[in-house]
């Protein structure tokens, strides 16, 4: 039972215009929520992340947006550069304070940025 | 700055063997996590140790698995009598106590494949 889900397994966009990555999840005693990125041959970093009193976190040409209602969060990246291009995963934690790398990751979303 | 190191990078075995992955953090980093990653999946939480204590350990983690980070530096992670179930790629990531929560920083990953 997948608790961080991203339903997309692949998004290709025109360099310049915005990605945009969704992640829905399912565990409402999630309180942190993080985006990682990964290319081939490589461990994944991190991107940028969310406490669940926020509703949004920019970083950059990076913003994170949250839903608790929905219980859906996005990642907007403006504008796309062909760098960006990796797959990105999305993870969340209910252990904020704890460990706070439990994180459960959802299977990823495979962007291509093409020039 | 040195970062997360594994080894091997890549492991063939035969079923019902042993292996045993090793993972170097970075230096000044007191904790330690093992995921598990299978072809299009992402990363699952396996065990986390905080300096030498291993303080959690996911479901996942059959009695096959065992982890050790003896001095708090090193880890490794031995898995006895390989089934082909356990053919993935092992991360080793690490953290600071005092580090912004969630952030992994993983390592490049030990590929094992069961024949």
């Known amino acids: 039972d997948q608790q961080v889900k991203q339903n997309s397994p692949s998004l290709s966009v025109q360099e310049g215009r915005i990605s945009i990555l969704n992640c829905d999840y399912t565990?409402?005693?999630?309180?942190?929520f993080l985006w990682y990125k990964k290319y081939p041959a490589e461990g994944p970093t991190f991107l940028i992340s969310?406490?669940?009193?926020?509703d949004k976190n920019e970083d950059g040409r990076f913003t994170v947006f949250l839903n608790k209602s929905a219980k859906h969060l996005s990642l907007h990246i403006v504008p796309s550069q062909p760098g960006d291009s990796a797959v990105y995963f999305c993870?969340?934690?209910?252990?904020?304070?704890?460990?706070?790398?439990?994180?459960?990751f959802g299977k990823g979303t495979k962007l291509s940025v093409k020039p | 700055d040195t970062g997360v190191s594994q080894d091997p990078r890549h492991k063939i075995t035969k079923r019902g063997q042993n292996v045993t992955f090793r993972c170097d953090p970075i230096?000044?980093?007191?904790?330690l996590y093992w995921y598990r990653q299978t072809l299009g999946q992402g990363p699952e939480f396996l065990t986390y140790?905080?300096?030498?204590?291993?303080?959690?350990k996911s479901r996942l983690l059959s009695d096959r698995f065992s982890a050790e980070r003896p001095k708090g530096s090193f880890s490794t992670l031995e898995i006895q009598r390989t089934e082909q179930g356990d053919s993935a790629m092992y991360l080793c990531?690490?953290?600071?106590?005092?580090?912004?929560?969630?952030?992994?920083?993983f390592g490049e990953g030990s590929r094992l494949t069961v024949l």
């Open positions: 969310i406490s669940s009193i926020k």
């Open positions: 990531a690490s953290s600071r106590i005092n580090g912004r929560t969630g952030e992994l920083f």
């Open positions: 140790f905080q300096n030498e204590a291993q303080l959690e």
């Open positions: 230096s000044e980093h007191n904790r």
């Open positions: 993870a969340a934690s209910q252990d904020y304070g704890g460990s706070q790398g439990n994180l459960i």
């Open positions: 565990n409402s005693m999630f309180d942190y």
